[in-house]
């Protein structure tokens, strides 16, 4: 019997005296003495003029890349290569390393961890994202620290909650059986104030039972997949259930679509917010109550490329998405690919927005690179969401490219649906990606990931 069919065996007491002991063990490396003072530095920074924290942030990244070629050994043998076959490149400028693939990572990761530091010394992230294949990351204490004091910052206090506030989390943690019948399909965590909710099991006959528990344990805020806030706000309405009030719904993990938060929002009469972040911990961004997605220049430099990886893209051209990591000197990531498509508004022109913060925008993320749509003619397509309206009775779609030719969409309909609709959502659907084949499956579920994410949008051939 493995650790997790142990867990599953186990009363509900002892399961929230098992999380909550994970979660002080985590505690100790998340936060420490000096979390309120990198608070209150980061809430300061946010008004600098925009010349001194792009300034603060080059001096940063320069000290990044001067240990990375001295300290971290993958780097340091580029560098001699590159001087053994004569190229003449400056390594303090940034354009001159390569783009650093999670490939790359994944096959040798000792290779990223610099000789200052001692894997005995680090905490050791697996993280598989979409792929299934895990990827061995080593963070600093000192890194995740001041990651959470940014967390801390820009995601709770910018919304009126902190860390003392009661939160919600659907995540893709099995924190219940898979064939778990009767609730608790959730778990308390009490080291972070914290009701983990299983993102497998909800559906229109638990539903109520998810509304119960966030009354129950009194949860002021929900920090989750947006798929899966969405889902409880469509169910909720489908069975007319009232939900309670939340002070901020904060989305992570997953784009946060235009239906989605006005579902979200309907439902638990609070604002919604999106937030975008990686397990690398090399790029960060919260929205503001402006709209806009505002960058964490602290935890690391974002840059849009072409998809050759050849070129910089300017503000408000859409590329893949590259970050060189400032926090984590223990394990440097140069030019990483994040694996993301978006743009970048304003950060160079030093745009100040209607919130009054200096801090750099980040535009539109349409998704990953393996998931958008090729079609025939060549046009890449990622954000397929316009095509579901608010109003449209399905609960929730996933569009597949099967075929270079072909798209599959599996949908889960809603009270009202019809063949009318249907219709519809293949006209739109044409008018976006033209005469492609367009075939529908009806579900009553959309199947998540591995990591209980919702992916819109999969592609099943090679670009």
Known sequence: MNLLSIYHSLPYPFKIAVASARGYALRRWRYSRDTERLVAEALEREYWPAEKLAAWQQDRLAETLEHATRSVPYYRAYWAEQRRSGARRAIDMLENWPVLTKAQVRAQPGAFLADDY??????????????????????????????????????????????????????????????????????????????????????ARTVADYLDALRAYRVQYLYAYPSAMALIAQLATEARLDAPHLVVAIGNAEPLLDGQRAAISAVFGCAVRSSYGLSEQVCGASECAAGQLHLWPEAGLLEVVDMEGAQRLQDGQTGRMVSTGLLNPAMPLIRYDTGDIGCLCGNQSGTICACGRSLPLLGEIEGRTDDSIVTPDGRRIGRLDPVFKAD??????????????????????????????????????????????????QVDAIQRGPNGKFRAVISKIKH
């Open 118 to 203: 001692h894997k005995e010394h680090l905490y050791v992230e697996h993280t598989s994202g979409t792929t299934g294949t895990p990827l061995t990351l080593w963070q600093s204490r000192e890194a995740l620290v001041a990651w959470y004091a940014l967390f801390e910052a820009r995601c709770r206090r910018w919304n009126g909650v902190d860390m003392a506030s009661r939160w919600g989390i659907f995540g893709g943690q099995m924190v219940a059986g898979a064939s778990a019948t009767q609730p608790p399909y959730w778990v308390w965590n009490q080291a972070f104030l914290q009701l983990y909710l299983s993102s497998y099991h909800l559906s």
């Open 392 to 441: 449209f009775p399905i609960r929730e779609a996933q569009i597949v490219q099967s075929l270079p030719d072909t798209v599959e969409v599996y949908y889960a309909p809603a009270e009202g649906y019809t063949a009318k609709h249907q219709v519809a959502l293949e006209a739109r659907l044409h008018e976006r990606l033209g005469e492609m084949h367009i075939i529908f499956h």
